[in-house]
């Protein structure tokens, strides 16, 4: 396993990290689940990645238990809030209030001191910038995390926090979690990848298979009866794939071949490519899963291949 630097952050995250949404502590097993984590600690994974709304909770109390007996300062820990918890009106955003509560839920349901990487989950255009800010800034001045982030916020919203940080002389956020894939490059376009290189942070990207689409399972168009597109509880975004995007998907077996690689080895490969890219979230349902998405394969794409994948999945389609 490699590790990056989080952006101009001093912390260093494996290049694949394992995600807990739609999966631990619901749509998996415990014990698949925990076979899923051992295998991923076995293989160098240092960064584990969660949110409080992932089922309410039971995804950071799942990897809480099943982590207690790894040595704190070998994991790097990232949870969100932002989504509601219950029926409470304050139970949800990114006021003062809950991201006060919220943080000190998910400790306990991490059972741990200390999150390394806590993210507003989303932009809350009610409330002011400053106050979010000076929140996160508390809550690294007091200890309870060490780095704050955001995931899903648009350029302008990434830029205006890194400015609001400078001018309150705080603590700036480090990370943005978006979606981004092969099939998935809207970060491109919309600029929120500028942004990052520019603000000095890091991306840590989810669904880089797009829901298991990249892994070529989908081909034809039809769904299996073990895949995510055919699980209520893990189906997530994905309630069908066209028969036209798996045709392109299957058109990207050729430059996997070439590089003795499976087709998700080369949409991880093709994602550390990129810039500003630190980490790859994966979610796994089965160690197997984990192996091969984890496995070193020396795969550095040539500019034919880049040229190639462009033209099955042009940045131009994801506005």
Same mark, same amino acid.
Request: with cysteine.
């Given at each position: 396993?490699?590790?990056?630097?989080?952006?101009?952050?001093?912390?260093?995250?494996?290049?694949?990290?394992?995600?807990?949404?739609?999966?631990?502590?619901?749509?998996?097993?415990?014990?698949?689940?925990? %076979?899923?984590?051992?295998?991923?600690?076995?293989?160098?994974?240092? =960064?584990?990645?969660?949110?409080?709304?992932?089922?309410?909770?039971?995804?950071?109390? =799942?990897?809480?238990?099943?982590?207690?007996?790894?040595?704190?300062?070998?994991?790097?820990?990232?949870?969100k809030c932002f989504f509601p918890m219950s029926q409470n009106v304050n139970d949800c955003g990114l006021s003062r209030k809950h991201i006060w509560e919220s943080v000190h839920d998910s400790l306990k349901r991490l059972h741990t001191d200390y999150i390394d990487l806590y993210q507003c989950h989303r932009y809350d255009p009610d409330v002011e910038l400053p106050e979010v800010v000076r929140a996160m800034d508390d809550l690294v001045r007091q200890g309870k995390i060490l780095y704050w982030g955001v995931s899903e916020?648009?350029?302008?919203?990434?830029?205006?926090?890194?400015?609001?940080?400078?001018?309150?002389? %705080?603590? $700036?956020?480090?990370?943005?979690?978006?979606?981004?894939?092969? %099939?998935?490059?809207?970060?491109?376009?919309?600029?929120?990848?500028?942004?990052?290189?520019?603000?000095?942070?890091?991306?840590?990207?989810?669904?880089?298979?797009?829901?298991?689409?990249?892994?070529?399972?989908?081909?034809?168009?039809?769904? $299996?009866?073990?895949?995510?597109?055919?699980?209520?509880?893990?189906?997530?975004?994905?309630?069908?794939?066209?028969?036209?995007?798996?045709?392109?998907?299957?058109?990207?077996? $050729?430059? %996997?071949?070439?590089?003795?690689?499976?087709?998700?080895?080369?949409?991880?490969?093709?994602?550390?490519?990129?810039?500003?890219?630190?980490?790859?979230?994966?979610?796994?349902?089965? *160690?197997?899963?984990?192996?091969?998405?984890?496995?070193?394969?020396?795969?550095?794409?040539?500019?034919?291949?880049?040229?190639?994948?462009?033209?099955? =999945? *042009?940045?131009?389609?994801?506005?």
């Amino acid at each position: 396993m490699n590790y990056r630097r989080l952006g101009t952050a001093g912390i260093r995250l494996s290049e694949v990290g394992l995600g807990s949404w739609l999966t631990y502590g619901y749509g998996v097993s415990d014990d698949a689940a925990r %076979a899923c984590v051992r295998r991923a600690l076995d293989l160098g994974v240092n =960064f584990f990645d969660t949110a409080d709304a992932y089922h309410r909770g039971a995804a950071e109390e =799942f990897l809480g238990r099943e982590l207690r007996a790894v040595r704190r300062r070998d994991l790097v820990i990232a949870t969100k809030c932002f989504f509601p918890m219950s029926q409470n009106v304050n139970d949800c955003g990114l006021s003062r209030k809950h991201i006060w509560e919220s943080v000190h839920d998910s400790l306990k349901r991490l059972h741990t001191d200390y999150i390394d990487l806590y993210q507003c989950h989303r932009y809350d255009p009610d409330v002011e910038l400053p106050e979010v800010v000076r929140a996160m800034d508390d809550l690294v001045r007091q200890g309870k995390i060490l780095y704050w982030g955001v995931s899903e916020w648009s350029a302008d919203q990434i830029r205006a926090a890194c400015q609001c940080a400078r001018a309150m002389n %705080a603590a $700036p956020p480090v990370s943005n979690q978006p979606e981004y894939s092969i %099939a998935a490059r809207r970060v491109e376009t919309n600029g929120v990848q500028r942004a990052c290189l520019e603000c000095g942070m890091g991306m840590v990207v989810w669904s880089p298979l797009k829901q298991g689409v990249l892994t070529g399972k989908y081909s034809g168009g039809k769904i $299996p009866r073990d895949s995510r597109a055919a699980s209520r509880e893990m189906s997530g975004f994905l309630r069908h794939v066209e028969r036209e995007l798996a045709d392109r998907v299957d058109k990207l077996r $050729p430059i %996997a071949d070439r590089h003795g690689a499976t087709l998700p080895q080369l949409a991880i490969a093709w994602l550390l490519q990129r810039e500003a890219v630190t980490s790859v979230i994966i979610g796994a349902t089965r *160690p197997e899963q984990v192996d091969e998405n984890c496995r070193e394969v020396p795969v550095v794409l040539s500019e034919e291949d880049l040229a190639e994948i462009d033209s099955l =999945f *042009p940045a131009s389609e994801y506005p």
